[in-house]
């Protein structure tokens, strides 16, 4: 499975972003969850969210919880992270991932296949 992250860039405190991760491959028989990370600075790699591939369960950290949404188009393998009232402490490369197994993940090392991220920088 390969994945590509696209959408990052510059914005302002308050402002919204919209991530897309599109899979490819081996999709199918590989794919039960799809979650994006993130990783600041000097920080370890954090969870963001994820979505059940089938049953579109969504699973959010409380740091981003009403304020990001995550959902994924099956047509086109593709899964998005809407980030609304985006705050200066999101700033971060972002990652997508795919878990091969159902259920909530909420470590990197739960993850199977991962893109290779997308930078988004919240200015004050």
Known sequence: VQLQASGGGLVQAGDSLRLSCAASGRTASSTSMMGWFRQAPG?????????????????????????????????KNTVYLQMNSLKPEDTAVYYCAVRRYYG????????????????VTVSS
């Open 43 to 75: 920080k370890e790699r954090e969870f963001v969210a994820a979505i059940s591939w089938i049953s579109s369960i969504t699973y959010y950290a409380d740091s981003v919880k009403g304020r990001f949404t995550i959902s994924r188009d099956n047509d």
């Open 104 to 119: 909530l993940a909420r470590l990197p090392n739960e993850y199977d296949y991962w893109g290779q991220g997308t930078q």
